[in-house]
């Protein structure tokens, strides 16, 4: 089941997010988030009218995906970005595209035209789902982010809305 997410779900969240974040390179990002964090990103999302959407599978919360303005200013207010991330158990059953697919119609009902997925280069399988989903590759920007004392690429892909 797919639905807006609630301050509530800022636990579980963080309970699958930082791993990744502390142990992958799915995030250039190092510093894990704190369920105050996330609660506040919920807020402000619905507040802005983005989109914070979580997945439920048996009754727990085992993805989200958000999104938000891609870069500031009225130039780009109908080009969004998006971050979708998924507990273990959350892959390989269709929730991926099922919450990719509720932050795009959101979107675009709200007036986006596109909606921009950056990708670590190390996340094959975040590549792939991108591109099964639609998402064309537009940019490969070597080096630019850092994790793990090494340089790694950054993937831009895009989707029209």
Do not use: C
């Not at 797919?2 to 579980?12: K, L, N, S, V």
């Not at 999302?45 to 919360?61: I, L, P, W």
Request: charged share 20%.
């Amino acid at each position: 089941m797919i639905r807006p997410a609630r301050a509530e779900d800022a636990a579980p969240i963080a309970g699958f997010w930082n791993p990744l974040i502390r142990d992958t390179a799915v995030t250039f990002n190092s510093a894990e988030r704190s369920e105050a964090e996330i609660a506040a990103s919920i807020a402000e999302k619905a507040r802005s009218g983005h989109g914070f959407f979580v997945a439920e599978a048996g009754g727990a919360v085992v993805g989200f995906v958000s999104y938000g303005q891609f870069r500031a200013g009225v130039g780009y207010a109908r080009t969004m970005e998006h971050t979708i991330i998924l507990a273990g158990d959350g892959r390989r059953n269709g929730l991926g595209r099922a919450l990719l697919g509720a932050a795009e119609d959101h979107a675009r009902s709200g007036g986006a035209r596109m909606m921009i997925a950056g990708v670590s280069g190390e996340n094959t399988d975040g590549i792939a789902f991108h591109a099964r989903m639609g998402y064309a590759e537009i940019a490969r920007l070597e080096g630019v982010g850092w994790k793990f004392g090494r340089a790694m690429d950054l993937v831009l892909m895009r989707k029209t809305l």
